[in-house]
């Protein structure tokens, strides 16, 4: 894993937008996995500003809350139009959202992962963390093993994504969401994460044991994970020097 640790936040949503412009610059056509929250709303502002063509790229998002359609305001479809799918040029038939709604969860599961498979694979995912470890919505004890599936959620999560949600409207028990297996499966993926609160998670995710306790060390083996973080974020990683001197000296920067 790399770990990058830059000054502050601005400079990790900087840093987390440049991977991706520099992903649909050099490959047009790439398959990009979308993570949703706060942190991500400052990567899709910057991508944004830089007049990307989007056009032949395909997007898979992490998950969906259960029981919310794609019309939803909670929904992390109406996110994702809002931040960046009316924004950009992304074709609606290249942009796929798990359908909270469906009928058939097991099918729709499958199909979502068989169309990840059609497409090629995710060249790029980009992933948030949990204040629990979770990623994308594997929460903790999800296998390091699973694929796209239900999970329900921590009371801890929904309160955490309570501002999140339109107000008067609770936060759903139960959504859909990739594996862990899926996630590991993605040609290289970034883990962006700011502020003191992340700083325990990090720690445990980059230098704890790798548990399904915390589903983020999973990546641990994932074959190419950037984790960028700001000095807050990074400020309880016992080789923090160390990464510092790493990046410092990287090959070819
Ligand atoms: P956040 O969420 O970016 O809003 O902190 C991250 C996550 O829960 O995955």
């Known amino acids: 894993m790399e770990i990058v640790i830059l000054p502050k936040p601005e400079d990790v949503l900087d840093a987390g937008a440049k991977i991706v412009e520099d992903q ?12 949703t929250g706060g942190t991500m709303e400052g990567v899709y502002e910057r991508l944004i500003g830089r007049r990307l063509d989007f056009s032949g790229v ?16 909670g929904s992390y479809a109406a996110y994702m139009r809002k931040y960046l799918f009316e924004r950009v040029n992304l074709k609606p038939e290249n942009c796929h959202l798990l359908d909270g709604t469906t ?28 204040h629990d470890g979770h990623i994308a919505f594997n929460e903790p004890g999800s296998s390091m093993a699973s694929r796209t599936r239900l999970k329900t959620l921590t009371p801890d999560t929904r309160k955490n994504n309570a501002p999140h949600f339109p107000e008067g409207e609770e936060v759903p028990l139960h959504v859909l ?10 040609r290289r993926c970034v883990l962006l994460a700011y502020g003191k609160n992340k700083s325990p998670v990090i720690a445990q995710a980059v230098e704890g044991p790798l548990t399904a306790m915390c589903p983020a060390s999973a990546l641990q083996w994932h074959r190419h994970c950037t984790l960028i973080v700001d000095e807050e974020a990074a400020h309880k990683l016992a080789r923090q020097d160390y990464y510092k001197f790493v990046y410092k000296n990287k090959p070819g920067s």
């Not at 610059?25 to 398959?31: A, I, N, Q």
């Not at 599961?109 to 992933?127: F, N, S």
């Not at 969401?177 to 993605?186: A, F, H, Q, S």
Request: proline residues 3%; hydrophobic residues 35%.
């Open 24 to 35: 649909i610059r050099s490959h047009p056509r790439s398959v990009l996995g979308l993570a």
């Open 58 to 73: 395909q997007t898979f998002n992490l998950d969906e809350y259960v029981g919310v359609g794609p019309d939803d305001r």
């Open 103 to 130: 009928s058939d969860i097991r099918a729709h599961c499958q199909a979502y992962e068989d169309a990840i498979k059609r497409a090629g694979g995710i060249d790029l995912q980009l992933l948030g963390i949990g």
């Open 177 to 186: 969401t990739m594996g862990i297996g899926t996630i590991l499966d993605t």
